[in-house]
C-alpha cells in the first residue's frame, strides 16, 4: 500500500497526522509533576520516591489454595494482594446454590462465608500489607468479611489499607456482574463510602473502573469517558447524603486498562488526571489537594492477548505495563501469556510479575517523573483525548446523568458500537493482530492452570458443616436486622459486619438483599 | 428468495461477558441470518425453550467462565429430549482442545475459539444448514 493512501489511527479511530511539531503545543498546560491540574503526574518525585504496587490480580478454585498462591507470590517480592472471586461470589450466591453449578471456583476464589475468608487470608497480617478485592454488586458484604477478619487478627480498622472495587456502574455499562438495580445498587456504595470515612478511613471504598469498560470493546476515549462520569455520579451520591467533598474524595480511585496503543493510553491517563482535578475543583469545589489527584491502577489489556502463538503475549504485556508507568500508574497488574487459555499457571504469573520488575529496576523509565511530557506528539494526543472526554461527559450531563443513561443504554451502545467496528477492521485486515491475522504458525502448546469439580464439593461439604455447626438463632436475627435497615435509610455496613460475624452466608445476605431491593435484569438491544 | 437461516445467540451461565455473543449476533445479522439474542445467564431449559418457541435451525452458545463442560452437554440433553437433535448447537469461548474434543463428540457441530473470524463462522453455518 502507498504512504499517502493509509490512513494512520490509534487502536481507537483517532487519526494521526504525518509530524507533528512545536505547533502541537500550543494550549498545552506544563504545569511539574504534583503541581495542578497534575497531566504530568500527582507526585513531583514520582518513582523515584515509591515505585508503584506490583499487584498481580490472583484467585482460583477454593480459599485454601488461592492462600497458598498468596503466599507464593508474596515470596516472589510482589508488594501487595488482589482477590479474583469466581462468578457465584460475584453473583451473590453460596457455592452450593444452583446457579453456581460448574462455575465454582474458576474464575476466581469462591467465598461464601466469613469462614472462607478467615481461610484466604491465613498467615496474612492485614495490617501489613495492602489488599484490593475485584467485587462489586456484594462488595459491602465481602468488605464486612476482610473487617471480620482483621478484627479476628487483632487489627485496628484504622489501619487497614487496600481497595473495594465496588464500582456498580461499570456493571451495568459493561460488565453485566449486578444483581440489584442501579439505585439500590448506588445506596450500598454510598454506605460503603461513609462507612470507610467514619471507620475505615485508610481504605479505598471505590476503585472507578474502566478496565472492563475497555475490555468491553470500548475506545480509550469511551473508557476515561465512561470512567470520569461515573465517579461524578459515586460524588453526587456520597454529597446527597450529606457528606462533604472533600471527606470522601481523596478515597476514590481509579482503575484503567493498559490497552496496546502505547501513545494513545499514555495520553488517556494525563488527560484522565487533567479532567478529574479540575472538575473536582470547580465543579466540587474540592479544597483538599488529596480530592484533585487521580489515583489509578493500571492492568494490561486481557482483550489484547492472543490464543495464537502464546508466547507473544509477554512481549505485548511488557509494552502495555511501560504504557502504564510512563503514563504515571500507582499500582499495576500484568497479564500472564496463558490467560487467552485459562487463569494463569505458577509458571506463567511469575513471568508477569518479572516483567513489572525488569521495567522497575532495569529499563530506567523511573528515573525521572513524566519523562515524555512535552512531546509533541503526546501533549496534543493528551489535549484532544480530554476534549474528546469532555464532550461525552457534557452529552451525559445532558441525559441527566449515568444512570438515566444507562436506563437509555447509551454508553452499552456505544461500546457495542465501537466493539463491532474494530472486529471488521480485524476480519478485513485493516488492523493486524500478529499471529491471529497475519504472520500465522503454529502454535506452541502451553501447560495451563486446571481447576476441577473438585473444588465445588470441597466448598459445598465446608458450607454444610458450617450451616449445621453455627447458632442458627443468631443468624435470623441478624439477618432480621439487616432487612429493616436496608428497608429504611440506615447504612446497611454494621447490620452486614454483625450478619457475617454471625456467619450468615453471603447468599443468605445477598438473598434477603434481594427481597428489599428487588433484582436487575437489562433490556437486550443488539 | 430463500427463507433466511434462524440462529439463537445465548449466554448461559453466569458469565456476563457479552462482547463476543454482541459481536456475532451482529456479523451474523449483517450475513442475512434471522438473528435472536438471549441476553445474559440463561439457564440451559430457557435457551432449549427459546430455542423450539423461535423455531431455530441453529443454537449458538458463548461461553468464557469455564463452564461449558456443566453447561452444554445439558443444552445437547434438552435438546435431544425434545426430539430438536436438527438444531446445530455451536460454542464459541475460551474453551481448551481436549474439551472441544469431548464437547464435539457428544454432538456440538463446530467450537470456535479465541481468534477465529467471524467469515470463518458465517460460513460454517451455511454449509451446515443446507447440508
Known sequence: ??????????????????????????????????????????????????????????????????????????????????????????????????????????CGAAISSLEDMEILFRGIPLGDVTVSMTINSPAAVLWAMYLAVAEQQGVDWARLSGTLQNDILKEYIAQKEYIFPPRPSMRLVTDTIEFGAQHVPRFNPISISGYHIR?????????????????????????????????????????????????????????????????????????????????????????????????????????????????????????????AYALPSEHAVTIALRTQQVLAYESGVTATPDPLGG??????????????ANRYIRQIDEMGGMIAAIEAGFPQTEIADASYRYQREVESGERTVVGVNRFQSDDQPIELLQ???????????????????????????????LKRAAEGTENTMPYLVDAVRAYATLGEICDSLRVVFGTYQETTRL | ??????????????????????????????????????????????????????????????????????????????LREHDMSDVKVILGGIVPDEDAEALKKQGVAAVFQPGASLDAIVQFIRTAVTV
Open chain 1, 1 to 106: 500500500m502507498k504512504t499517502a493512501e493509509r490512513q494512520f489511527t490509534t487502536i481507537s479511530g483517532v487519526p494521526i497526522e504525518p509530524l507533528y511539531g512545536p505547533e502541537a503545543l500550543s494550549g498545552v498546560d506544563l504545569a511539574a509533576p504534583g503541581d495542578f491540574p497534575y497531566t504530568r503526574g500527582i507526585h513531583r518525585d514520582m518513582y523515584r520516591g515509591k515505585l508503584w504496587t506490583m499487584r498481580q490480580f490472583s484467585g482460583f478454585a477454593t480459599p485454601e489454595e488461592t492462600n497458598r498462591r498468596y503466599h507464593y507470590l508474596l515470596a516472589q517480592g510482589q508488594t501487595g494482594l488482589s482477590v479474583a472471586f469466581d462468578l457465584p461470589t460475584l453473583m451473590g450466591y453460596d457455592a452450593d446454590h444452583a446457579m453456581a453449578q460448574g462455575e465454582v471456583g474458576k
Open chain 1, 215 to 339: 475490555e468491553a470493546g470500548s475506545t480509550a476515549v469511551q473508557e476515561l469517558a465512561f470512567t470520569l462520569r461515573d465517579g461524578l455520579e459515586y460524588a453526587d451520591w456520597a454529597i446527597e447524603r450529606g457528606m462533604a467533598i472533600d471527606e470522601f474524595a481523596p478515597r476514590l480511585s481509579f482503575f484503567f486498562n493498559a490497552h496496546s496503543d502505547f501513545f494513545e493510553e499514555i495520553a488517556k491517563y494525563r488527560a484522565a488526571r487533567k479532567i478529574w482535578a479540575t472538575v473536582m475543583r470547580d465543579r466540587y469545589g474540592a479544597k483538599s489537594e488529596r480530592s484533585l489527584k487521580l489515583r489509578f491502577h493500571a492492568q494490561t489489556a486481557g482483550c489484547s492477548l492472543t490464543w495464537q502463538q502464546p508466547y507473544n503475549n509477554v512481549v505485548r504485556t511488557a509494552l502495555q505495563a511501560m504504557a502504564a508507568v510512563l503514563g504515571g500508574a500507582q499500582s499495576l497488574h500484568t497479564n500472564s501469556l496463558d490467560e
Open chain 1, 375 to 388: 512531546s509533541y506528539f503526546l501533549e496534543k494526543l493528551t489535549l484532544e483525548t480530554e476534549a474528546a
Open chain 1, 451 to 481: 481447576i476441577d469439580e473438585g473444588s465445588a464439593r470441597h466448598q459445598e461439604q465446608k458450607l454444610a458443616a458450617l450451616r449445621a455447626r453455627r447458632d442458627h438463632n443468631r443468624v435470623m436475627k441478624t439477618l432480621d436486622a
Open chain 2, 1 to 78: 428468495m430463500q427463507t433466511p437461516i434462524r440462529v439463537l445467540v445465548a449466554k448461559p451461565g453466569l458469565d456476563g461477558h457479552d462482547r463476543g455473543a454482541k459481536v456475532i449476533a451482529r456479523a451474523l445479522r449483517d450475513a442475512g441470518m434471522e438473528v435472536i439474542y438471549t441476553g445474559l445467564r440463561q439457564t440451559p431449559e430457557m435457551i432449549v425453550n427459546a430455542a423450539l418457541q423461535e423455531d431455530v435451525q441453529v443454537i449458538g452458545l458463548s461461553i468464557l467462565s469455564g463452564a461449558h463442560n456443566a453447561i452444554v452437554p445439558r443444552v445437547l440433553e434438552l
